[in-house]
């Protein structure tokens, strides 16, 4: 029987341990589509996956990885054929199920994508979650009144999903950006910075100057309860994180009187029909992939990106080649 690498955690003596293991295909739940896996990508989830007390995994052993791009090798499924390049992205996968760090994953049918035209399956991981949450941000603004003339902040601007957010509203012709980041951002030289410092030197009000039309939030906490007070009448914030807390001060006012929108974004139970539509969008949306920060790996690496997420040096995406 074929035998695989993957990258697995086990836990041990209280603490969880990752390597590269060699397994066989029985490993894997045989009821499922069987992929090869042609690249992965690594997360934030995934970094905490891999902590002791991280809060993403309670059974082991397992293989993490939220993301995962490849090749159908056996089917069940009459959707899937042998052959058919395909997505998968969160839901269970990487957390109670065997993810996306491996050289081969089973995956439930309904949690698989098939790769959109005008896509590749190394740019699919480029995107992975990040890309999927950003498309269901900018989606959701758009809804709420987005435009080419619109103001936007983006917090958090060094990571995955608000780099490609800004990718995405240089495709709608969104030009008035601006980035939030403790960061260094020498791929956007073009858009006006300000460190969260900067943001937060001006006591909160209940309702300041209306500096924002739109936002997209991956902090929370501190950052967005200074945001709130921002955002211009009618405007909206599509908050998908909380790398800042997950406390939030605030008042009904700027909900009350301006009529400012607070947009959840969740991209795990992300129902089919919708990741195909954001899947497609962000296709035909040709995105310069060049602007962004992205490292490609080895398996063999992945402890040494974790560790850069433990520092808090990591910086854009980064996707593993199998």
């Not at 539509?277 to 398996?299: G, P, V, Y």
Request: charge should be neutral; proline fraction near 4%; charged fraction near 20%.
């Amino acid at each position: 029987m074929k035998n695989f690498s993957a990258f697995l955690l086990t836990l041990e003596n209280g603490q969880v341990e990752g390597k590269i293991t060699s397994l066989p295909l029985s490993f894997l739940n045989d009821q499922y589509v069987l992929i090869k896996v042609m690249y992965s990508s690594i997360n934030y989830k995934d970094f905490l996956a891999c902590e002791t007390n991280g809060g993403v995994i309670r059974n082991y052993p397992m293989i993490p990885g939220i993301d995962l791009a490849g090749i159908v090798e056996k089917s069940n499924s009459p959707e899937f054929a042998v052959g058919d390049p395909v997505i998968a992205t969160s839901y269970t996968i990487g957390v109670s199920e065997n993810g996306g760090f491996s050289k081969y994953a089973s995956v439930k049918p309904e949690y698989l994508v098939k790769l959109p035209f005008g896509l590749s399956l190394k740019e699919a991981m480029i995107l992975g979650t990040a890309g999927l949450t950003a498309a269901l941000s900018v989606n959701a603004l758009r809804e709420h009144g987005l435009n080419k003339d619109s103001r936007v902040l983006i917090t958090g601007a060094s990571g995955g999903v608000a780099s490609i957010s800004s990718l995405l509203l240089e495709h709608l012709g969104v030009t008035q950006q601006t980035l939030l980041s403790r960061k260094n951002l020498p791929s956007f030289k073009n858009k006006e910075h300000l460190t969260p410092d900067e943001f937060l030197q001006t006591p909160v009000k209940l309702l300041g100057k209306q500096n924002y039309d739109f936002a997209l939030d991956s902090v929370g906490g501190e950052i967005l309860s200074a945001l709130i007070p921002q955002i211009a009448y009618g405007g909206a914030i599509a908050a998908f994180g909380n790398a800042g807390g997950i406390k939030l001060e605030t008042t009904v006012l700027p909900f009350i009187l301006r009529g400012v929108n607070l947009l959840g974004i969740d991209s795990v139970n992300t129902p089919k029909a919708l990741r195909e539509e954001m899947w497609t969008f962000l296709a035909q949306a040709h995105l310069d992939f060049s602007t962004l920060s992205l490292s490609e790996i080895s398996l063999k690496d992945v402890p040494e990106v974790l560790k850069e997420f433990k520092n808090g040096t990591h910086i854009g995406r980064t996707i593993i080649a199998m």
